[in-house]
């Protein structure tokens, strides 16, 4: 296509141009070059012509007596309005009086400093994982919560190589004082425990009266007790239409049980009633895998209570950016530990750990285990056939009787049983 312009002078148009024949337009960052004859240019090209997104990458390089400048079209220097837009510029032939138009690409050219790259590929680590790319993150630009608890993540790391030597050496010390038989011994006898025994509530295995084993005010001290008067006072109101509507939702049939034998009068009744709420709660959070902030709120939950639900039975995770409270398989236990304490104060001493460990969504068999681990007495009843379904059910019982049983634990794993 051939466009007349003046008398003097014609437009040409290039036709099916290629990358090499684009024309070149650059930018300097730092102000307007007095003279572009002393500058000398030179464009470099990717080696790799058949990956389809490093063939057209472009580095552009100007050298003066100066200072040196270098421009890219990839990478975070680049312009974008090379994507969002064309460019075309005109070359004037003097020879020919014709002007041929050709696409255009833009180069930001920015002054390279001696010394400069290397001070900045040295606070670059290579070695920085993912997780130090985050906590920089957080430390420049994240909210004052995140940096508490990137503070208090910090706070509570040990060096994994101090940590890995002063294991080896205790290790090695240990071994050569006892001997590798004794230790084994020693692990065989105390690995079936697993980490129940850091999740039991405190046990005084010395003391005289059941009572006192575990304390009740290990759960629910005076001020806490005081603060569940009003809910308390409204688990004890329920009526009989609002007793069978939460037997019939499930997860609280041993709050249930208590509030349909509630004492009449007296202490008793406003104990067991405000025991009832807490274990509400409990049960209910045990059902849960993330906490919200609003957990309880909605049963009247004082705010005393609230935290130490979240303090001593959830853990904290960092997730998205933000700090969640989470309950893990762990707590989980530790919540039937509590709860089944909690019932043995509220059941004289005994506890149905069938109707307990439904509430709770474990297994039978992990409700064993946490009542053993208590050194509890289990009382297994006779099959008694359900009024409604005509099934015999078996019914459980834990009693915590004086002195504590101490269960011998199984080595072996036991074995499942074949399908017929």
Same mark, same amino acid.
């Given at each position: 296509m051939i466009t007349t312009m003046a008398a003097s002078c014609s437009l040409v148009c290039c036709e099916e141009e290629r990358d090499s024949d684009k024309a070149v337009i650059v930018r300097f960052s730092n102000g307007n070059v007095q003279n572009a004859e002393q500058l000398g240019f030179t464009m470099y090209k990717n080696a790799d012509e058949t990956n389809p997104r490093k063939k057209s990458r472009r580095i552009m390089a100007a050298e003066s007596d100066r200072l040196s400048y270098v421009g890219n079209n990839f990478g975070a220097g680049s312009l974008k309005c090379n994507n969002l837009c064309k460019y075309y510029v005109g070359v004037l032939n003097k020879e020919t009086m014709q002007m041929e138009v050709h696409c255009a690409e833009l180069f930001n050219m920015q002054p390279v400093i001696p010394?400069?790259?290397?001070?900045?590929?040295?606070?670059?680590?290579?070695?920085?994982?993912? #997780?130090?790319?985050?906590?920089? +993150?957080?430390?420049? *630009?994240?909210?004052?919560?995140?940096?508490?608890? /990137?503070?208090?993540?910090?706070?509570?790391?040990?060096?994994?190589?101090?940590?890995?030597?002063?294991?080896a050496k205790a290790a090695n010390t240990v071994i050569d004082q006892k001997g590798l038989e004794a230790l084994q011994q020693e692990v065989a006898e105390t690995e079936a425990q697993g980490d129940l025994a850091f999740h039991l509530p405190p046990c005084n295995a010395g003391a005289? #009266?059941?009572?006192?084993?575990? +304390?009740?005010?290990? *759960?629910?001290?005076?001020?806490?007790?005081?603060? /569940?008067?009003q809910a308390g006072t409204k688990m004890a109101s329920l009526t009989p239409e609002e007793l069978k509507k939460l037997r019939d939702d499930g997860g609280c049939l041993s709050v249930v049980k208590h509030l349909e034998n509630l004492p009449s009068v007296g202490e008793a009744r406003d104990k067991i009633s405000r025991c009832a709420f807490y274990l509400s709660l409990l049960l209910n959070l045990a059902r849960q895998r993330s906490i919200t902030r609003k957990f309880g709120q909605e049963e009247g939950c004082p705010r005393n209570i609230q935290s130490k639900l979240f303090r001593t039975f959830t853990v904290e995770s960092f997730n998205s950016g933000r700090v969640q409270n989470v309950v893990s398989s762990s707590m989980r236990s530790k919540l039937a530990a509590y709860s089944l304490a909690l019932l043995l104060h509220m059941s004289h001493m005994t506890c149905d750990i069938t109707l307990l460990h439904r509430d709770l969504a474990i297994t039978e068999a992990r409700m064993i285990d946490v009542a053993k681990s208590m050194g509890l007495t289990l009382i297994k009843l006779p099959r008694v056939k359900a009024e409604e379904d005509g099934v015999r059910d078996t019914t459980r019982q834990a009693a915590l009787v004086l002195p504590l049983v101490k269960y011998e634990q199984s080595m072996e794993r036991r074995k499942r049983k074949k399908l017929h």
């Open positions: 010394g400069e790259i290397e001070e900045y590929a040295k606070t670059q680590d290579p070695t920085q994982t993912y #997780r130090d790319k985050v906590d920089s +993150l957080i430390e420049a *630009f994240g909210t004052n919560k995140q940096k508490r608890a /990137l503070s208090s993540r910090r706070l509570n790391q040990v060096g994994s190589d101090t940590l890995h030597q002063a294991v005289d #009266r059941p009572e006192d084993v575990y +304390l009740f005010d290990d *759960f629910l001290s005076p001020v806490e007790f005081a603060s /569940l008067e």
